[in-house]
């Protein structure tokens, strides 16, 4: 975990999610959605920090102006809100002297997810792994080589 682009804490990610040590690492767990109940306005890390980067004993939260929690759907959970299938990725690295593609870099190799009305989801990987090429694919930003991509039953087309 870094934290003003310094190591503040490291190990195994079962060790630092249940045992956090620094009060940093400590405000990023506690800024999960699911720990809050609809209609309270969602912790960002300074109110559990101070500027200095020491810990807040007692964080406030207010509960939000105009909410319709009694309103609140549970989350579909028969129809993803985006649907990938198979989702590959290649951008043409070489072609012959008439154009043709020869060599192909794959970026994303045959990514399948579905996320639900409600879910949060995190992309992890190293650097270069495509991590912001699939985001931006499934915004519909980024060409894909081939298979799916369908956001809320519309598919997504290159």
């Known amino acids: 975990v ?4 310094v190591i503040v804490e ?3 990610a079962q060790h630092v999610l249940y045992t956090p040590k620094h009060a940093y690492t400590k405000a990023l767990l506690a800024c999960q959605p699911a720990l809050y109940p609809a209609g309270i306005t969602l912790p960002v890390v300074s109110d559990f920090l101070h500027a200095d980067g020491s810990e807040k004993t007692t964080p406030t939260f207010t509960q939000k102006q105009n909410t319709t929690s009694q309103n609140y759907k549970a989350a ?6 985006i649907a990938l299938q198979n989702v590959t990725i290649q951008y ?3 072609q012959s002297l008439f154009g043709k593609t020869k060599k192909w870099f794959t970026a ?4 399948s997810e579905h996320i639900y009305e409600g879910e949060i989801i995190g992309i992890v990987g190293e650097s270069g792994c ?3 090429t699939l985001g931006r694919a499934m915004v519909g930003l980024q060409p894909y080589s ?5 956001y809320k ?3 997504l087309h290159t």
């Open 108 to 111: 994303v190799n045959d990514v």
């Open 92 to 94: 043409p690295i070489q």
């Open 146 to 150: 081939s298979g799916s991509i369908v």
């Open 76 to 81: 579909n959970t028969t129809t993803p809100v």
């Open 130 to 132: 495509g991590k912001t």
């Open 10 to 12: 490291q190990g195994h």
């Open 153 to 155: 039953s519309t598919a």
């Open 2 to 5: 870094m934290y003003n682009g």
